[in-house]
């Protein structure tokens, strides 16, 4: 069936309302399609089609998405935070067909084992979980086979281009540092270690996001005459019948102001992310009672867990000066140096690339543990020590400046991106009225935790900058990226002409550089995209919202299908167990719906 802007006059009732067509909920409605074609399902997705768009299939392009102008990302505005400073932290989210895997930065990252296990929840268990990541996926990189696919939709290889001089330095000075590359990080055991990239890139040089992978070639093979897909379309509400059951939903078309309604006989899903999918619920009349009364909303059901725990890896990045040459970074898309359409038309491999060459998992060294500061070992002694699966940092090496290179002198650089993966602090998400439009309570919560998690980051920013000033091609750091350090301090910036003396020392941080680096941190941590939890797959005495079968707790007939449900948070980039929370809900309503198949 084609894609619709705007529905057909006749076309007001189907079997199942998927609401919102992001990562997780295209799998969910090309599965359903496969399973049942005589199913009417109806993906209604705010954001625009991604068919035939470069910067979605040309991996090199994401750097448009990073942009605040892009028409496939919504910026939302976080509440003012004392712990940064003042500021009114910004958490960027997908507006596009295929969500979050379709504008992301394509990095191919696995959950460890013990995140899994944290679940604690029947029927999600880490054999579970790795039978659906092979399940999605066709593996074209080193590992043991056993923990990988080989047949599935989604590829997964280094890409058509790699920057390979760059990654020589990282992996030569991060063994001098004491960590060693590894052979495969995405096993769900391996840590403590690098990894030459494994990208969302096929082996010719396309994104694999999964509008392009799953609904698209459904949408176009005419054996799926039944699944529907609405885009630019914004669902306002989900309706419920006395005996709240879920049965329809209303949205607003981009072309009118007017809404509409679209009945669901069997099923409503949503699929609107972290931030999208609590804002929908609340709306609809399901959360918190004193929220919803507060916002003019009519109560539904009581479920006070909708929009708590809003969970997020924070990251900074740090910029440095390099001896690369233009064809070894990203820095020519954006600083006009690279003739862009030139390689468009000759489909250059260099399009093929997404820029990020190396990831880390790391733990700190026994020696580092006590010197970072007692609230940070207390920390470590409770959730780290006694469990090597779980990682404290993870890290990625950027061919080029990753934070703002139109502030910056053309140059090649690359960037060092630190992840804290378990931050302490948890914030919220909720609704201040019932329209779409109203002003968000939204509070990311960054460092709000008092002090482990800034100690978790000043850790993380010594340790990568001790890797880049051991590898050759550095050149010293972007001071204007960088803590501002006191004129005469050992850890002031420097800039090189020529590469670095061999046997270099480490710096010494006085408490003064520290203060310096924390001041840094509070102004320039920000989210990964990686927003979750917000509607957590837990009992509702935990202040859960969903079950383990997905289903919203106190109605009937609503399910949710995206990273809100994840317990809690996981040591990787969260497009992959969006894409297994996909395939698992699929396969859960598939089960439930018991229709012939």
């Given at each position: 069936m084609p894609l619709y802007t705007e529905l057909p006059s006749g076309l007001d009732t189907v079997d199942v309302v998927i609401a919102g067509g992001g990562t997780a909920g295209c799998i969910v409605a090309s599965r359903l399609s496969d399973a049942y074609p005589n199913l009417s399902i109806l993906v209604i997705e705010q954001g625009a089609d991604s068919a035939g768009d470069p910067t979605v299939i040309f991996p090199a392009m994401y750097i448009a998405h990073m942009s605040p102008d892009s028409p496939r990302m919504q910026l939302l505005k976080g509440n003012k935070s004392t712990a940064l400073g003042g500021r009114e932290p910004i958490v960027p989210i997908a507006k596009s067909l295929g969500g979050g895997s379709s504008v992301n930065m394509l990095m191919y990252s696995r959950a460890q084992k013990s995140d899994l296990e944290t679940w604690q929840t029947p029927g999600w268990e880490p054999d579970e979980m790795l039978r659906l990541m092979r399940k999605l996926e066709?593996?074209?990189?080193?590992?043991?086979?056993?923990?990988?696919?080989?047949?599935?939709?989604?590829?997964?290889?280094?890409?058509?281009?790699?920057?390979s001089?760059?990654?020589?330095?990282f992996l030569s000075a991060s063994a001098q540092r004491g960590w060693k590359e590894l052979q495969d990080l995405g096993d769900l055991d391996t840590n403590n270690g690098i990894q030459r990239a494994q990208r969302y890139i096929s082996p010719d040089g396309e994104r694999q996001d999964t509008a392009y992978c799953y609904l698209h070639p459904r949408l176009q093979d005419g054996k799926h005459p039944n699944l529907h897909v609405l885009v630019q379309s914004r669902v306002v509400k989900i309706l419920f019948d006395d005996d709240k059951r879920a049965n329809g939903v209303v949205y607003t078309p981009a072309q009118s102001a007017k809404p509409r309604t679209i009945n669901a006989k069997k099923m409503v899903i949503v699929s609107g992310g972290a931030c999208g999918t609590p804002l929908l619920l609340e709306r609809s009349g399901v959360g918190d009672p004193t929220i919803l009364n507060r916002a003019g909303i009519e109560v539904v059901a009581q479920v006070p867990g909708v929009g708590a725990s809003y969970d997020d890896h924070q990251v900074f990045s740090s910029p440095y000066r390099s001896s690369l040459d233009i064809d070894e970074t990203l820095d020519g898309f954006v600083n006009g140096k690279i003739?862009?359409?030139?390689?468009?038309?000759?489909?250059?491999?260099?399009?093929?690339?997404n820029g990020l060459e190396v990831t880390g998992k790391l733990r700190p060294h026994a020696t580092d543990v006590a010197s970072v500061g007692p609230e940070f070992e207390a920390e470590w002694k409770e959730k780290f020590a006694d469990n090597p699966n779980k990682l404290l940092v993870g890290l990625t090496l950027i061919a080029g400046n990753a934070v703002d290179p139109l502030e910056s002198p053309i140059g090649q650089y690359f960037t060092i991106s630190v992840f804290n993966m378990y931050p302490s602090s948890r914030g919220h998400i909720h609704v201040t009225g019932p329209n779409p439009d109203d002003p968000l309570d939204f509070d990311p919560a960054f460092f709000d935790e008092g002090g482990v998690d800034i100690k978790k980051c000043i850790w993380g920013y010594k340790t990568q900058r001790e890797i880049a000033r051991r590898m050759n091609v550095y050149r010293g750091e972007l001071a204007?990226?960088?803590?501002?350090f006191a004129t005469g301090s050992k850890a002031a910036c420097v800039e090189l002409q020529g590469p670095p003396t061999p046997n270099i020392e480490n710096i010494e941080y006085t408490a003064e550089d520290d203060s310096a680096i924390e001041e840094w941190l509070r102004n320039k941590i920000a989210t990964t995209w990686h927003s979750a939890g917000t509607c957590r797959m837990l009992p509702l005495h935990e202040n859960g919202v969903v079950d383990a079968n997905l289903g919203v707790h106190n109605v009937t007939g609503l399910k949710v299908a995206d990273v809100s449900v994840i317990p809690c948070n996981v040591g990787a980039h969260t497009n992959n167990i969006a894409m297994v929370i996909g395939e698992k809900a699929a396969e859960i309503f598939i089960k439930e719906l018991g229709l012939p198949q």
């Open positions: 066709t593996y074209h990189g080193p590992g043991d086979k056993q923990q990988h696919g080989f047949d599935g939709p989604i590829h997964v290889s280094p890409g058509t281009y790699t920057s001089r760059l990654i020589d330095a003739n862009v359409p030139a390689l468009m038309e000759s489909k250059d491999k260099m399009l093929g690339w204007m990226f960088h803590p501002k």
